[in-house]
């Protein structure tokens, strides 16, 4: 409907400069407008709920708030350095990076050995990759919820396990020095059925014949692993290597699940503690310079990935 | 460096006679083993929730715990659907999911035939703008969001929880790749008929179109039915409430059991694993078409 319509204002439009314009120069507007039509509906969307939100978050940042998010006042920057010198905040982001080095590459290195199980030539293998790829179709919010009992001191899982092997029970979600890694272990659990399956379908996608002149070569497993697959997956690898690095650095469910930032702050990432200060707190223009921080690690995180490591990765 | 090679297979062919018959079977016996191990450590956390949702409640008490359930009593679940208003959670999620999912078909699909199949001037821009979005996390975005949902009214609603959402750049890319593997001849012919764009897009380039249309509303789908930061802050009303809260508030509450929330949580990760086990090869195959060819 809007489209057939906006397409009747482009050829109106167009009729009435007719004279000024060549008719190259009419397709190319009516070419214009009927893409815009086209676009629109995703546009205003982008528009109302991520660009202007984007600049509003940054405006709010420099504000002072009431309790109910209205601005009081322009304060400049005196938001961010209130950031700097908080130790809550700098502990945070220490938490957060924490968080990430702990997940992001050992969710590659177990995917990458998921997939290269699943990448044997085995009768009734693609139950095993089936099996593998499951926690795709898992949330966060169940998982935390089912690790939550693992991870129970008494009753638990886990500490049952380990006395089994004869282990001390570890307090897990507890302590301070074991809350972060735990909630790491439930999300690399999550994370290990995307990577497998993308891991996988990149490996499929590597031409047979070299692995067959290097048998021919007499190449070993090993060799076979170092020199064709591994170089051929890089953008497979990269790409993941993106989307864990977001995911890690975006996570909060999990958080909020088993941990709700504590122990004494142990767990208290970037991203939950936005949403402390702004939900609970009601400190708006406070949360709103920590998102816009969040915003800022993001994009160099994204750009140094495309201009340093994309080089090393090997395209066809 | 040849020559080593060849010596080696040569010695390698004299033992192949004793060691063809039973070497292949010990070496797949062995990788079976490790396969089916590594299986049950990645499956471990959902056939134990599966198992505690079957326990009655001094089962669930005790300890040490139990590895398997001793019977298939299913009073767990009637108490999760009746004590909790899980129904509801689940209707309204399943509402919420099915519309975003709609939303986004509609918008990527016209989109991307812009994208595909209109020669516009700035469309490399426009392209820039939709990709911009990818790299802007919700996050930093959710106060302004939260507020600006807050002030339309639309906390506690179906508006909210969807409209957000309705537009997807990643859902734009991939039906555009797909869309550009449709001859332009068939556009020409189109036009030549007397077909106008908007004809064309919903007659003939769609339902070419089907698979990508598939891998799109399946990954929406479980993409917004797992979300859960923003309904957590927008919904109040137990009404209102999705299910991916609720059942986090079943926890919550003194009453419940770790079987009975467990078996909330087989109840809610069922929907998603049908959509698993039936759009799962449609599901990988178009989102890995994009990631694999970089």
């Known amino acids: ?316 | 460096m040849s020559t080593g090679i060849s010596q080696n297979r040569t010695s390698q062919s004299r033992n192949q006679g004793t060691r063809r018959r039973w070497r292949p079977l010990l070496r797949d016996s062995l990788l079976y083993l490790l396969l089916t191990l590594v299986a049950v450590i990645v499956i471990f956390p959902l056939w134990s929730a599966l198992t505690i949702s079957l326990l009655d409640d001094q089962q669930v008490a005790s300890y040490p715990p139990l590895l398997a359930p001793t019977s298939l009593q299913l009073t767990n679940f009637v108490r999760a659907l009746e004590q909790a208003p899980l129904l509801r959670y689940l209707f309204n999620s399943i509402v919420q999911s099915s519309l975003v999912m709609l939303g986004q078909l509609v918008t990527a699909s016209l989109a991307a035939y812009a994208f595909a199949f209109i020669d516009f001037k700035g469309r490399n821009v426009m392209f820039l703008v939709f990709l911009s979005t990818l790299m802007i996390p919700w996050e930093a975005t959710i106060i302004p969001n939260y507020l600006t949902v807050r002030s339309l009214g639309w906390t506690d609603s179906y508006m909210g929880l969807t409209i957000p959402f309705v537009a997807t750049a990643f859902g734009t890319f991939l039906l555009r790749q797909f869309f550009r593997t449709i001859p332009g001849e068939l556009q020409d012919a189109a036009t030549i008929d007397g077909c106008g764009s908007l004809r064309f897009l919903t007659a003939i380039v769609l339902p070419l179109a089907r698979p990508a249309l598939g891998t799109l509303a399946v990954y929406s789908f479980l993409q917004t039915y797992n979300q859960y930061l923003w309904p957590l802050l927008i919904t109040n009303d137990q009404q209102m409430r999705t299910v991916q809260i609720g059942i986090t508030l079943l926890q919550d509450e003194e009453r419940f059991a770790f079987n009975t929330v467990m078996a909330g949580v087989v109840l809610v990760l069922l929907p998603t694993f049908i959509l698993f086990i039936v759009g799962n090869r449609q599901l990988i195959r178009g989102l890995t078409a994009g990631a694999v060819k970089g």
């Open chain 1, 1 to 316: 409907m809007t489209v057939n319509s906006s397409q009747g204002l482009a050829s109106q439009k167009s009729a009435g400069r007719a004279r000024l314009l060549s008719p190259a120069q009419r397709r190319q507007i009516r070419k214009f407008l009927l893409a815009l039509a086209y676009l629109s509906p995703s546009l205003l969307i982008f528009l109302a709920f991520v660009f202007i939100p984007l600049v509003r978050s940054f405006i709010l940042s420099t504000q002072l708030t009431d309790p109910l998010g209205r601005s009081v006042a322009f304060v400049g920057l005196t938001q961010y350095q209130r950031l700097w010198a908080n130790p809550q905040f700098l502990n945070s982001l220490q938490r957060t990076l924490l968080f990430v080095i702990y997940t992001v590459p050992t969710t590659l290195v177990a995917a990458l050995g998921l997939a290269l199980l699943g990448n044997l030539r085995l009768r009734n293998i693609s139950l095993f990759r089936m099996i593998f790829s499951l926690t795709i179709a898992v949330s966060a919010a169940t998982a935390s919820l089912i690790f939550l009992y693992l991870f129970h001191p008494a009753l638990g899982m886990f500490n049952y396990l380990l006395s089994l092997l004869g282990l001390q029970s570890v307090p897990w979600l507890t302590d301070v020095r074991t809350a972060l890694p735990s909630v790491a272990l439930v999300t690399v659990w999550l994370q290990l059925g995307l990577n497998t399956v993308i891991l996988l379908a990149g490996m499929q996608g590597i031409p047979e014949e070299l692995y067959e002149s290097a048998m021919i070569d007499g190449a070993s497993g090993g060799a076979k692993f170092l020199h064709i697959t591994l170089p051929l997956l890089s953008p497979t690898i990269f790409f993941l290597l993106v989307v864990d690095l977001l995911a890690a650095f975006q996570a909060f469910t999990q958080f909020h699940v088993l941990t709700k930032g504590g122990p004494i702050n142990s767990t208290n990432v970037l991203v939950f503690s936005i949403y402390r200060e702004f939900y609970f707190n009601g400190q708006y223009a406070y949360a709103a310079a920590q998102s816009i921080v969040l915003f800022a690690i993001m994009l160099i995180v994204t750009i140094v990935q495309f201009g340093v490591i994309e080089r090393r990765v090997v395209y066809e």
